[in-house]
Every structure is written in C-alpha cells, then in structure tokens.
C-alpha cells in the first residue's frame, strides 16, 4: 500500500550538511505520517524525527533539535530529513517509515510503524 525510497545518504565530514529524502508513494499521501529511524552500529534503531503530512506537525528525538529538520512537500510526495553539523555518531542507515495517521498523535515508537524502506547510508568521519 505504501512504498519509500530513501535517497542522498554518503559520506561526509564531521561538521558538515546533507539532505536526506524520502519519496513516498501511496493513494492518499496525506493521511500519514512519515517519520526517520537511525540504525547505527551496534545500537538499536532510533526514532529520529516525524512529521504529519495532514497538517505539518512535527516531532524530534531530543538529541537532534536544533540539528536535524524534518519536513514535507506534499506535491512532490518527498519528505525530507536535514541534517546540520553532523557528527560522527550520527553515522547511521536512515530508514524513512510510514503509518496511517490515525489520531492526533505523533507516534516515535519502532513498532508504532507499518512501512519501511531500505534505508539509506550515512558516514561521518572525524
């Protein structure tokens, strides 16, 4: 029902910016929630950053506000992921996920999502 494709992962130096994105395909865009998962080495995956392509909320794990943004652009069905003065613990796969959304909340719980892509690689080195 829905399919992701992350892309603009690579290699980068600590201080640096990248643009992750996420074209999402689905019938009615709109009624989900996108959010990005990080799976670094040996750690589990994180919930990063979500956002509700309905009406634009967002929410972010506490240790990328003021980092990282999420955002959409709904006629383009891509929803972005910026990441600013990376570091390299945030060297990671980034997975874009989906769910339906449901109620008024933003969920940031692994399982919480129905929807994933493959992910895409992020490297920061020192």
């Known amino acids: 029902q829905v399919q992701l494709a992350e892309s603009g992962g690579g290699l980068v130096q600590a201080g640096d910016s990248r643009r992750l994105s996420c074209t999402v395909s689905?019938?009615?865009?709109?009624?989900?929630?996108i959010a990005w998962f990080q799976k670094a080495p040996v750690k589990e995956r994180e919930f990063v950053a979500a956002?509700?392509?309905?009406?634009?909320?967002?929410r972010y794990a506490e240790s990328v506000k003021g980092r990282f943004t999420i955002s959409s652009d709904n006629a383009k069905n891509t929803v972005y992921l910026q990441l600013n003065n990376l570091k390299p613990e945030d060297t990671a796969v980034y997975y874009c996920?989906?769910?339906?959304?449901?109620?008024?909340?933003?969920?940031?719980?692994?399982?919480?999502?129905?929807?994933w892509g493959q992910g895409t690689q992020v490297t920061v080195s020192s």
């Open positions: 996920v989906a769910r339906h959304s449901d109620n008024q909340y933003i969920y940031a719980g692994l399982y919480d999502y129905d929807y």
């Open positions: 689905a019938r009615t865009t709109n009624e989900y929630t």
């Open positions: 956002v509700r392509l309905d009406d634009g909320r967002t």
